[in-house]
């Protein structure tokens, strides 16, 4: 499982982060989880939106809102 800490990016920023790391995933050929690390704020949000339109699976951590785990298949 990949960790990526979103704390100190605007929006924008971190959102195209997480494309690239899904994008090198894929390009890779594998299967595998990130764990991002949000917070509660607009970043958590956006990127929620983002993932649903997308159709990428993914699900707060256990006992820990302010982060997601991503399926990437």
């Known amino acids: ?4 800490d979103l704390h100190g990016y605007l929006v924008e920023e971190a959102i195209e982060h ?10 890779d050929g594998r299967e595998d989880y990130i764990k991002v690390i ?6 958590q ?7 649903l339109d997308h159709g990428i699976e993914h699900m707060f951590e256990p006992g ?10």
Do not use: S
């Open 18 to 27: 997480i494309e690239n790391v899904i994008g090198k995933i894929r390009l």
């Open 1 to 4: 499982m990949i960790t990526v």
């Open 45 to 51: 949000k956006q990127l929620m939106y983002y993932l």
């Open 38 to 43: 949000t917070g509660h704020g607009k970043i």
């Open 64 to 73: 820990n809102k302010g982060a997601m785990i991503i399926n990437v298949d």
